[in-house]
């Protein structure tokens, strides 16, 4: 079971305010799904593990991408070949 003291440690590394009042709330709400979590570990799995993923829906098939000039063609800027996006601050 995690405490508030717990939810509070845990606000303070996700840089989240939370009230008083929340507080409660968030004890109350963050129980039983780390209760749900106990449940999926004590899961049987079966077969090897890491399989790795398999693309289930079509084959890969290797085709000739568009050309560089085609594909800026319809950009509002460029620079150098790329594509220019505004600054983000």
């Known amino acids: 079971m995690i405490g508030e003291k ?13 009230s008083k ?31 790795g993923t398999a693309n289930i829906f079509r084959e890969d098939k290797v085709t000739p991408s568009l050309a ?3 594909v800026l063609s319809n950009a509002r800027e460029t620079e150098d070949g790329f594509f220019r996006a505004p600054r983000v601050m």
């Open 6 to 18: 717990d939810v509070e440690h845990i606000a303070v590394l996700a840089d989240i305010g939370i």
């Open 21 to 51: 009042e929340e507080l409660e709330k968030f004890t109350t709400q963050i129980n039983p799904i780390l209760e749900y979590f106990e449940i999926l570990d004590q899961v049987c799995r079966t077969g090897p593990e890491n399989e």
């Open 68 to 70: 560089q000039g085609e």
